[in-house]
């Protein structure tokens, strides 16, 4: 149980394009997911908080204009990342949280391989 | 000062030995630890959950929290080929939405 899956799992784009990565809980409803971006050999940082039916909460430094995020369903958030540049790629990771808890309770998705050539 | 310090490795270990892992942290208000294994390009897998000080094990996995120094430890015991990965440690406080703070990660290599 507890499988978040995403998709795309790699994208290559051309600079100032726009790019949609779906994160989906598939055997459980998750009223919270969250949004990482990861750099190689960095740990991941948080970008954004997601809750169904309600805007995101961005992390102090994250452009919610630039890293738009849509959580219409209990089981689907979506990250788009607008006007892409080469500074963008990076790993992105989602995960999908079962039940309130401390952090036991999120599962990541296997993450989203973004390259902005 | 990083509110997580995590020694990044590269830690290379025999197969069939002990590998110790650890953290430390800054923020007393931190009470709830995970560990987390992340293979390449894939998303990281819970390992671990505590919220004591004290020991958990869970097979050849054993956590170590130590709150009063800050300080908290993954040993893996009977290390096999299919540890290696990178290893995260990850922390939560009370009231703080559930949000994590990780560490940089230590990668781990178990040389046959």
């Known amino acids: 149980g507890a499988v978040v899956s995403q998709h795309p799992s790699w994208v290559i784009c051309k600079s100032g394009t726009s790019v949609k990565i779906e994160c989906r809980s598939l055997?459980?409803?998750?009223?919270?997911m969250f949004w990482y971006r990861q750099f190689p050999k960095q740990s991941l940082m948080l970008m954004a908080t997601?809750?169904?039916?309600?805007?995101?909460?961005?992390e102090q430094g994250v452009e919610k204009d630039k890293f738009l995020i849509n959580h219409a369903s209990l089981t689907l958030s979506t990250l788009t990342v607008t006007s892409a540049h080469p500074e963008d790629s990076s790993f992105y990771i989602c995960s999908a949280r079962t039940d309130p808890g401390q952090g036991e309770t999120q599962y990541f998705g296997p993450g989203t391989r973004l390259l902005v050539l | 000062q990083k509110e997580v310090e995590q020694d990044p490795g590269p830690l290379s270990v025999p197969e069939g030995a002990i590998v110790s892992l650890n953290c430390t942290y800054s923020?007393?208000?931190?009470?709830?630890f995970m560990w987390y294994r992340q293979y390449s390009r894939k998303g990281p897998e819970l390992l671990m959950y505590?919220?004591?000080?004290g020991n958990k094990e869970d097979g050849r996995f054993t956590a170590q929290v130590d709150k009063s120094s800050k300080y908290i430890s993954l040993f893996i015991r009977d290390s096999q080929p299919s540890d290696s990965a990178t290893y995260l440690c990850a922390m939560s406080m009370p009231g703080g939405g559930n949000k994590l703070t990780f560490g940089t990660g230590t990668q781990l290599k178990v040389e046959l």
């Open positions: 923020n007393s208000a931190f009470q709830y």
């Open positions: 505590t919220y004591s000080s």
């Open positions: 055997d459980f409803q998750a009223t919270t």
């Open positions: 997601s809750n169904e039916g309600s805007k995101a909460t961005y």
